[in-house]
């Protein structure tokens, strides 16, 4: 009978044998893997990095063939077919070395197109890169820059001055157009020759979120916005026409104090930006992410912060290395839109930071759960330069001072959720269309998309390529609802501070300053896990429940649709 035990075990034990083997093999591939990847995409990333800065062509052409080398080795055929053996043959069991197999096969599978197909990619989306670096609206015969066409459609009553500066930042469209076309065309390329119908459903389904369901959540979100947006609308064009003395019909792109009416017009009687003016937007946000507990200085130390000849106008934050080096990028100025912008970008850096220096995660792993997780710290972070409690505690403000404006400032980021939420939906649709058919009118598919969510009217005769104007359709595609995604759990994360941390209970005014326990929740369920979760699983770990917009709904008090 012992006999017969024994050699009942033995098929088990070989089997065992068998699996630990296999995923010690696969543990080699993946170590070797990361030794050679990873040097590629630091020195494509600071190539990058200095391409932005300086907008010198010599450094573009760096970041170029660096990323080309990047695409090569992720392009490598063999290694593919290892990955893709090891996936399906049903031994690995470890639930990391799953994760991580999972996680670096869908880099690989981007990539295994032709060759040739994806450097003409690289070598065309760099070369849209700096023309839109480069690219300067005029006014009367003058250079300006993004942030003075953004001032002066904010400011001035000339309706003739507003029209002639949107009109000349408008003309990037046609300096991009037939870049840009044939850069979608050649996306799609590389996703049907992959088995995905194009490139946008390819975008949505290898970073692990299904198409349908994000159409659907977005169809929500148009049901639950939708009232509300007209009535503020509807606010707007009245308040508009008297400020810019034309008839409510007559009101135009122009008269809605932004580039693309994608942030909220200055409805309510409150200047914010006063309270911003000749104040230090570094010192402001460091002191604030120390006051939770989270040190933001080695990352400041190494970004660019202020705006210079030739630089990228926009601003973004990008991990250098996966070890640390994590730099941001903006242009700032002294107002509310840049204090909330580098709130916004060092929550992205603090997010990369953490994950990036816990050493227990793998390298393949040392990233947020999901781009719309890094969004969502971002925004949550983001929001409080309207917040008067949390300008209050960090600008010094008077309690006479913050009542004053408390009412306005909590209507001015209800509108802003409203106006952007409509502004995703213009962008998200678009881009489904576009690359569906990259052949059909895009000029009309735009001005439709604008004119239904954003209620825009689109002036009388224009055919112009107006959504080639924004960088984010050309050179980071397939994203803009990750922004959306991102808010709705910035609000499931902020109803899970005030009731489990601050206790506050008070999702209109908690602004989060001076509790260290709110840094460490986040840097303990939020930062550190980087991919180890798939996101869906990673949001309930971390906050107890699912993905849900409840909370939004809840904390910018719109009607849910029953």
């Given at each position: 009978?012992?006999?017969?035990?024994?050699?009942?075990?033995?098929?088990?034990?070989?089997?065992?044998?068998?699996?630990?083997?296999?995923?010690?093999?696969?543990?080699?591939?993946?170590?070797?893997?990361?030794?050679?990847?990873?040097?590629?995409?630091?020195?494509?990333?600071?190539?990058?990095?200095?391409?932005?800065i300086s907008g010198n062509e010599e450094d573009f052409a760096k970041s170029a063939q660096a990323q080309e080398k990047v695409t090569a080795y992720l392009s490598d055929k063999e290694i593919f077919s290892q990955l893709k053996s090891f996936k399906e043959s049903g031994?690995?069991?470890?639930?990391?070395?799953?994760?991580?197999?999972?996680?670096?096969?869908?880099?690989?599978?981007?990539?295994?197109?032709?060759?040739?197909?994806?450097?003409?990619?690289?070598?065309?989306?760099?070369?849209?890169?700096?023309?839109?670096?480069?690219?300067?609206?005029?006014?009367?015969?003058?250079?300006?820059?993004?942030?003075?066409?953004?001032?002066?459609?904010?400011?001035?009553?000339?309706?003739?001055?507003?029209?002639?500066?949107?009109?000349?930042?408008?003309?990037?469209?046609?300096?991009?157009?037939?870049?840009?076309?044939?850069?979608?065309?050649?996306?799609?390329?590389?996703?049907?020759?992959?088995?995905?119908?194009?490139?946008?459903?390819?975008?949505?389904?290898?970073?692990?979120?299904?198409?349908?369901?994000?159409?659907?959540?977005?169809?929500?979100?148009?049901?639950?916005?939708?009232?509300?947006?007209?009535?503020?609308?509807?606010?707007?064009?009245?308040?508009?026409?008297?400020?810019?003395?034309?008839?409510?019909?007559?009101?135009?792109?122009?008269?809605?104090?932004?580039?693309?009416?994608?942030?909220?017009?200055?409805?309510?009687?409150?200047?914010?930006?006063?309270?911003?003016?000749?104040?230090?937007?570094?010192?402001?946000?460091?002191?604030?992410?120390?006051?939770?507990?989270?040190?933001?200085?080695?990352?400041?130390?190494?970004?660019?912060?202020?705006?210079?000849?030739?630089?990228?106008?926009?601003?973004?934050?990008?991990?250098?290395?996966?070890?640390?080096?994590?730099?941001?990028?903006?242009?700032?100025?002294?107002?509310?839109?840049?204090?909330?912008?580098?709130?916004?970008?060092?929550?992205?850096?603090?997010?990369?930071?953490?994950?990036?220096?816990?050493?227990?995660?793998?390298?393949?792993?040392?990233?947020?759960?999901?781009?719309?997780?890094?969004?969502?710290?971002?925004?949550?972070?983001?929001?409080?330069?309207?917040?008067?409690?949390?300008?209050?505690?960090?600008?010094?403000?008077?309690?006479?001072?913050?009542?004053?404006?408390?009412?306005?400032?909590?209507?001015?980021?209800?509108?802003?959720?409203?106006?952007?939420?409509?502004?995703?939906?213009?962008?998200?649709?678009?881009?489904?269309?576009?690359y569906a058919n990259p052949d059909q009118d895009l000029n009309g598919l735009w001005w439709n998309l604008v004119e239904k969510y954003q209620q825009i009217r689109k002036p009388e005769g224009r055919n112009e390529p107006d959504y080639a104007t924004k960088i984010h359709?050309?050179?980071?595609?397939?994203?803009?609802?990750?922004?959306?995604?991102?808010?709705?759990?910035?609000?499931?994360?902020?109803?899970?501070?005030?009731?489990?941390?601050?206790?506050?209970?008070?999702?209109?005014?908690?602004?989060?300053?001076?509790?260290?326990?709110?840094?460490?929740?986040?840097?303990?369920?939020?930062?550190?896990?980087?991919?180890?979760?798939?996101?869906?699983?990673?949001?309930?770990?971390?906050?107890?429940?699912?993905?849900?917009?409840?909370?939004?709904?809840?904390?910018?008090?719109?009607?849910?649709?029953?």
């Amino acid at each position: 009978m012992k006999i017969l035990f024994l050699s009942l075990l033995l098929p088990a034990a070989v089997l065992i044998t068998s699996s630990n083997n296999k995923e010690m093999e696969l543990k080699e591939l993946l170590t070797k893997i990361e030794n050679e990847v990873k040097p590629l995409r630091t020195e494509s990333n600071i190539a990058m990095w200095n391409g932005s800065i300086s907008g010198n062509e010599e450094d573009f052409a760096k970041s170029a063939q660096a990323q080309e080398k990047v695409t090569a080795y992720l392009s490598d055929k063999e290694i593919f077919s290892q990955l893709k053996s090891f996936k399906e043959s049903g031994k690995i069991k470890d639930p990391v070395l799953v994760r991580q197999l999972d996680v670096v096969y869908n880099q690989f599978l981007a990539n295994q197109a032709d060759i040739a197909l994806l450097n003409k990619i690289i070598s065309k989306s760099t070369n849209l890169e700096r023309m839109y670096g480069e690219y300067r609206a005029s006014l009367n015969g003058k250079s300006i820059t993004d942030n003075d066409v953004e001032n002066i459609l904010r400011t001035s009553t000339d309706n003739n001055e507003l029209k002639a500066v949107w009109e000349s930042h408008k003309g990037i469209g046609r300096v991009v157009e037939k870049e840009l076309i044939e850069l979608v065309k050649m996306r799609n390329q590389v996703a049907q020759s992959l088995g995905f119908d194009n490139y946008h459903s390819m975008s949505l389904e290898l970073s692990g979120q299904d198409p349908k369901q994000i159409t659907a959540i977005l169809d929500e979100l148009d049901s639950l916005t939708r009232d509300a947006f007209s009535q503020l609308k509807d606010e707007m064009d009245e308040a508009f026409a008297k400020r810019y003395k034309v008839k409510r019909e007559e009101l135009m792109p122009w008269h809605y104090q932004g580039r693309y009416f994608q942030e909220a017009p200055n409805l309510y009687p409150i200047d914010i930006d006063k309270f911003y003016e000749g104040k230090n937007l570094e010192k402001l946000t460091a002191d604030f992410y120390h006051s939770i507990g989270l040190d933001i200085n080695k990352m400041m130390s190494k970004s660019s912060l202020y705006p210079q000849e030739g630089k990228n106008q926009h601003a973004f934050c990008i991990d250098i290395d996966g070890d640390g080096d994590v730099r941001v990028l903006c242009n700032l100025a002294s107002n509310e839109q840049w204090m909330g912008t580098m709130l916004h970008e060092f929550g992205h850096a603090i997010y990369a930071q953490t994950h990036d220096e816990n050493r227990s995660l793998p390298y393949s792993l040392r990233d947020a759960a999901h781009i719309f997780t890094t969004e969502a710290v971002a925004m949550i972070f983001g929001r409080l330069s309207r917040n008067a409690a949390w300008m209050q505690k960090s600008l010094g403000l008077t309690d006479e001072q913050k009542e004053s404006i408390e009412e306005e400032c909590f209507k001015s980021l209800r509108l802003q959720q409203v106006v952007f939420s409509r502004w995703v939906q213009v962008v998200y649709r678009f881009e489904k269309e576009m690359y569906a058919n990259p052949d059909q009118d895009l000029n009309g598919l735009w001005w439709n998309l604008v004119e239904k969510y954003q209620q825009i009217r689109k002036p009388e005769g224009r055919n112009e390529p107006d959504y080639a104007t924004k960088i984010h359709i050309a050179l980071y595609p397939c994203y803009y609802h990750n922004y959306q995604l991102g808010e709705i759990f910035a609000s499931q994360m902020h109803n899970y501070i005030v009731t489990n941390i601050s206790k506050s209970n008070d999702m209109k005014n908690e602004c989060y300053c001076g509790n260290k326990e709110i840094g460490k929740w986040m840097s303990e369920k939020i930062f550190s896990p980087g991919m180890l979760l798939e996101w869906d699983k990673f949001i309930e770990n971390a906050t107890g429940e699912r993905l849900t917009a409840k909370y939004y709904a809840e904390q910018f008090e719109f009607d849910v649709a029953e």
